[in-house]
């Protein structure tokens, strides 16, 4: 069955850097768009950052801009986020997403259980 599976996450102090990685299985991974959302408690997903099937173009939600970088290894089945310059409000449950390239939880077939990225001032 399809598995997204995140791992990465943890505290760190602002100012940190921490690398989510996301696991695929299931699925023909190099064939579809992957995303990064975050999520508050009893609030909506929200989009970081989203890369297409063939890493060749990349998309990053403006708080994000400059400070993320979102990667792919199609050989290895992994989507990366790499996260420098980590801010207090960066804190949030991020989740790993298949199939969609837009910036709408909607556009996306499947999700992963999340990891927990805590950054502390």
């Known amino acids: 069955q399809v598995q997204l599976v995140e791992s990465g996450g943890g505290l760190v102090q602002a100012g940190g850097s921490l690398r989510l990685s996301c696991a695929a299985s299931?699925?023909?991974?190099?064939?579809?768009?992957m995303g990064w959302f975050r999520q508050a408690p009893g609030k909506e997903r929200i989009f970081v950052a989203s890369i297409h099937y063939n890493g060749d173009n990349t998309y990053y939600a403006d708080s994000v801009k400059g400070r993320f970088t979102i990667s792919r290894d199609n050989a290895k089945n992994t989507v990366y986020l790499q996260m420098n310059s980590l801010e207090p409000e960066d804190t949030d449950v991020y989740y790993c997403?298949?199939?969609?390239?837009?910036?709408?939880?909607?556009?996306?077939?499947?999700w992963g259980q999340g990891t927990q990225v805590t950054v502390s001032s």
């Open positions: 997403a298949a199939g969609g390239i837009r910036p709408s939880a909607k556009a996306y077939d499947f």
């Open positions: 299931g699925f023909t991974f190099s064939n579809y768009h």
